[in-house]
């Protein structure tokens, strides 16, 4: 295998930040936002004016601001027609790129030719003030206003308040930076930060039963009947009754995604297939999910409800009173909202969020994440914008909770240094951090695509507690050409539990919550409605302004993980047979004398084990305790990162695009000749199957893969935690199993695995809990 590029790696980094500095006399004040370094702004907020002069000779005035700082120059709105005009905008200009020692506020009357000078105020900034959270906001004041010359005028007032603070100012997010100063009005709030949350989500439940005296449009034809169910732009169709008849029994049950706050409809139509591609509309109603009951846990499901089937002219008329028919056609349904689930809206090797969707059934904090998004270097220039560089912002996800940085415009090295924080609930889940070029501050179309940089993820469990991680991490992308590194991400990252016995116990819960497994849901269904899901967080975080976009959405939620790719394929098993080898390696050197010492302990011990057999359980638990002891000099000192060895990225090309199909023609294909005797559309279709079908062997491979990692991983403290408590169980077994008879323990190991099945629990054992537990390389691929 060809050998990692060293521009690849991770690199370890110390920047002057406070969490580091104040323990050596640094500046106290930065306390609250320690993981970023200190960047100080001008702060200058324009509130409005009042009895402005009028400047033209119609009576009338069309005041703006300008506030020019050196070559900076940032603009208000103007208002038409109003000598009160309220602004309400905030500037902020970076106190390293100053120019002058005085800031200028100027209010001038829109013209059609030249503007007229209306008057200003200026400040010397050696007479600033300084501000640092948690200080209340600075007040406005009022300010006459001044000619050219410096006199005040005979009227007109401005309220302004000018300051100097730093990011950690509430005024940051909102603020017109001095580096966005060609953006215009409309196009600048595509360049603010901002933070979203994803709507809380509900696997809604449809058990389609029957229905009675169906009325089809002719009369003695038995229907041949089906129902479809829609929600938002999903559609269920169930399979024709078995038996035509005007009382057809269907008894199929189908899954949505439903989202909060419920404003949906489900659309319940029954047709009748007359013949191939005519279909006749035989009833349908309404039904707002805000009135479907919920479910928590293992309770009863809600009993199933008669609906009335009206004719599409009469369910069309949505909200309004529907006339009273002397007869009309019932269908038995029964809808629940599933509240003890957790709906997966990302790919389950990098979820970050396993709580189910009631409030009611979700667990306490165990801690805080704190992400500091310091900088990026060497970005490399995405697309041509008319001689300009990259307009870099970031975007991270954690939970529900989404945070996206401000542009920085035109450089191929921003500084964004914005820090962050999230709850975390259980410590074996991802950050995902995502790198992007903003195509939207030059006035693009609305169907421009913001390219995508790159993307770190980071697994909250590989991290020590109050330990600080300063690294930059390769920003790599894969492309049809191969692996393309368009640049470094700065990042600081601090992980602090709050909650030790939580934490130590969450290792021993299972990841999802008990419906998952009460209840399972099959795979298949799994991927359909993660798919729905992610539609769903897609389309309502693009309704934010400014919007977080589908692209971005869809990259950040890695949307096609699960489809096939030859490349992931070659990974999964070179994943396994890494393993099988190392282990052929071990035993290689014992029989070949590479390591007289360790060769010799293992004749020790295999000496003791033959005539000492009641000694095996003590040993191996022993063995396992002391290796682990000796492998704590060799933990892990950084979060693991992407590798492109292991991805098999290098000289690789992209091969995925997976589809659903008919398979029909199984057969056909069966008995088809070799080579293929069928049309190109047919063997087209064929072969887009055999990657779907590849994509799920695929997947489970990886999944053994992961195992298998999971128990190399127990003893190389690639977790500290777990491996921690697995050492002192060991420690503890060998102990028990040495004073205990080998029959007795042998004994109560067996009566345990064949209890009778009222003592067992559909919830997985903690073991399998805790091992699970345990972090794999599915993190490190591509």
Known sequence: MPKTNPEFLLVETSPPLAARLRYRGGDKTASSYDLVEQMHYLFVNVVKA?????????????????????????IAKHLEK??????????????????????????????IGKDDFVGR??????????????????????????????????????????WIGTQADESFSEAWHSDAHNISQTNLANTISKVYFSPKLYYLRVFVFEAQDLVPS?????????????????????????????????????????SEPFEDLIIVTVEDRIGPGKDEILGREFIPVRNVPQRHETTKLPDPRWFNLHKPSLSAEEGAEKKKEKFSSKILIRFCLEAGYHVLDESTHFSSDLQPSSMSLRKGSIGILELGILSAKNLMPMTSKDGKLTDAYCVAKYGNKWIRTRTILDTLDPRWNEQYTWEVYDPCTVITIG???????????????????????????????DRLYTHYYPLLVLTPSGLKKNGELHLALRFT???????????????LPKMHYVQPIPVILIDRLRHQAMQIVAARLGRAEPPLRREVVEYMLDVDYHMWSLRK???????????????CRWFNDICTWRNPVETVLLHVLFLILVFYPELILPTIFLYLFLIGMWNYRFRPRHPPQVDAKLSQ??????????????????????????????????????????????????????????????VQAILCWRDLRATFIFLIFSFIWAVFSYVTPFQVVAVLIGLYMLRHPRFRSKMPSVPVNFFKSFPSKSDMLI
Not at 97 to 107: A, G, I, P, W, Y
Not at 503 to 509: A, H, I, P
Not at 569 to 583: D, G, H, P, T, Y
Request: hydrophobic share 35%; with cysteine.
């Open 435 to 465: 790198v992007f070029d903003n195509c939207h501050v030059n006035g693009s179309k609305d169907d421009a695509i913001d390219q995508r940089i790159g993307k770190v993820r980071i697994r909250l469990s590989t991290l020590e507690t």
């Open 50 to 74: 009042r009895n402005l002069p009028v400047m033209d000779v119609s009576g009338s005035l069309d005041p703006y601001v300008e506030v020019k700082l050196g070559n900076y120059k940032g």
């Open 218 to 258: 002719e009369e003695g034809r038995a229907p041949d009947a089906y129902v479809k169910i829609q929600l938002g732009n999903l559609v269920r169709v169930t399979r024709p009754s078995h038996v035509r008849s005007v009382n057809p029994v269907w008894n199929e049950e189908h899954m949505f995604v439903a």
């Open 121 to 162: 105020v200026t400040f010397d900034l050696f007479e600033v003030p300084h501000r640092v959270p948690p200080d209340s906001p600075l007040a406005p004041q009022w300010y006459r206003l001044e000619d050219r010359k410096g006199d005040k005028i005979t009227q007109g007032e401005i309220m302004l308040a000018v």
């Open 82 to 111: 109003n000598q009160n005009p309220v602004w309400n905008q905030i500037f902020a200009f970076s106190k390293e790129r100053l120019q002058s020692n005085l800031v200028e506020v100027t209010v001038k009357d829109k013209d």
């Open 569 to 583: 394929s070659k990974a999964n098993f070179q994943r396994i047979m890494e393993l099988f080898s190392a282990i």
């Open 497 to 511: 539990c709050t909650a030790w016995v939580s934490m130590v116990t969450k290792y021993g819960m299972p990841l």
């Open 649 to 710: 990225a290098i000289n690789a090309h992209l091969d995925e695009l997976v589809k659903e199909f008919d398979t029909s023609d199984e057969l056909d294909e069966e008995f088809d000749s070799f080579p293929t005797s069928r049309p190109s559309d047919t063997v087209r279709m064929r072969y887009e199957r055999l990657r779907s079908v590849g994509g799920q062997l695929q997947t489970v491979v990886g999944d053994l893969a992961s195992q298998c990692e999971r």
